[in-house]
């Protein structure tokens, strides 16, 4: 459960001048605020509220949404598997782009842009912002190759120029791969793993594509399947964690649980003062 809405409901008790309550609202929607001499409490939200006020006496309900990066992961991890074409490793410019195309944009371009905008509701930024771009890489990937088999665009075997203009496509996703490897540092080693591989691989192809350089290019392929390897890996523990409520295959988390075994962890986030939402998946 990433994301709700808090009511306050109840009575507290109280009076006189340095007790106060103010109701709003019909039903289950009302909000509440009470204010108290400040020096009887420790901690103060912005808007002057006690975060303990809220701990004893708030009541949350949260929309309940699956982690989004489990569909993210996984379309990433078939999509990459699937189009070894990009390396010339089987088929032809002509049949295998498309068969290879549909699939590219269905399922890596539609279903991960879906899940990035999953993660924005979970208000997963890094979720998002790798989601998205990889999303919209495969949506355009697929049409590029529509375009190729049909003869509307030159192919990048045949043509260098065509080669070295989408050289450029891996030259911005290698730059967003690496701020998400800095990012994902704060998150989990799984992650930073997966970003890594995606990162190298990026800038290689890039390189290779760029300048020609065919073996660039192979080693660039070979690390963007092992992202894929990784990207699987780490969806398959996010989907086994939340099918038995317990950590299965470990993912490198830098808070527990980290352990097989464990029982997974949500908190509500009050010392953040963001009362009744979860950060994250």
Not at 61 to 83: C, E, K
Not at 88 to 95: N, R, S
Not at 101 to 118: Q, S, Y
Request: hydrophobic residues 50%.
């Amino acid at each position: 459960m990433n994301a709700g809405s808090l009511t306050g409901i109840g009575r507290l008790s109280g009076s006189g001048p340095d007790s106060r309550i103010h109701q709003s609202g019909t039903g289950k929607e009302k909000a509440m605020t009470r204010s108290r001499r400040p020096s009887e409490f420790a901690a103060v939200g912005g808007d002057g509220v006690p975060y303990s006020l809220w701990r004893e006496h708030t009541q949350i309900n949260l929309s309940p949404v699956a982690a989004p990066s489990i569909l993210g992961l996984f379309g990433f991890a078939v999509s990459t598997f699937m189009v070894a074409k990009m390396t010339g490793w089987f088929g032809d410019d002509v049949t295998t782009p498309l068969i290879l195309a549909p699939l590219a944009i269905t399922v890596g371009g539609v279903a991960e842009f879906l899940a990035a905008m999953w993660s924005y509701r979970s208000r997963d930024t890094l979720a998002t912002a790798i989601h998205g771009t990889w999303g919209a890489f495969w949506i355009a990937y697929g049409i590029y190759r529509l375009l190729a088999g049909l003869g509307g665009l030159p192919g990048t075997a045949a043509s260098p120029v065509a080669a070295t203009a989408f050289g450029f496509w891996f030259v911005g996703l290698a730059a967003v791969m690496w701020i998400g490897v800095f990012a994902a540092a704060a998150e989990n080693a799984g992650v930073i793993l997966v970003l890594l591989a995606l990162a190298v691989g990026g800038t290689l192809m890039a390189i290779g594509l760029i300048a020609g350089v065919s073996i660039l290019e192979t080693i660039a392929a070979y690390c963007l399947l092992a992202s894929a390897v990784l990207a699987w890996y780490i969806g398959s523990a996010m989907v086994l964690e939340a099918a038995y409520g317990r950590v299965v295959l470990p993912m490198g988390k830098r808070s527990p649980p980290n352990v097989p075994g464990r029982q997974a962890k949500g908190t509500t986030q009050f010392d953040l003062g963001e009362r009744g939402r979860k950060v994250g998946q």
